[in-house]
């Protein structure tokens, strides 16, 4: 069913993405990590690079779970019984976010190193 607006498409879209966070657990313990990040970074008075890195973060991680959770119900629609393939389809979707979860949180370690390193040399 194609949208028959902008502002449908941006309703749906908002619609998916609660959805998510209601039903799936991964979602709601990213949007948790997310929340904690974001109150370290205004703690932290983060830069602008910073920030950029930090949001580039959120954003990947919070993609790849959202695509990985509608592979999983394609993939669950397309087969109600076990299937080898289905299995893999469903374990490569996942290590995608487990790729994009290992990225972020290379990306935070560099982005909060300087900033607190320099809160340690003041106490």
């Known amino acids: 069913m194609k949208n028959k607006s902008i502002d449908q498409s941006f309703k749906n879209a908002f619609n998916g993405f609660c959805q998510a966070i209601t039903d799936e657990h991964n979602m709601k313990t990213h949007v948790v990590a997310a929340i904690m ?22 954003g ?31 374990d490569i979707s996942a290590a995608a976010v487990l790729v994009s979860a290992i990225i972020s949180v290379i990306i935070g370690i560099i982005a909060f190193s300087s900033p607190i390193i320099n809160l340690l040399k003041q106490i």
């Open 37 to 58: 990040v974001i109150a370290l970074g205004i703690l932290f008075n983060l830069d602008t690079p910073r920030w950029l890195a930090v949001i580039f973060a959120i």
């Open 60 to 90: 990947l991680v919070f993609a790849s779970e959202l695509f990985n959770t509608a592979i999983e119900l394609l993939t669950d629609m397309v087969t109600a019984e076990y299937s080898k393939q289905a299995k893999k389809v469903k």
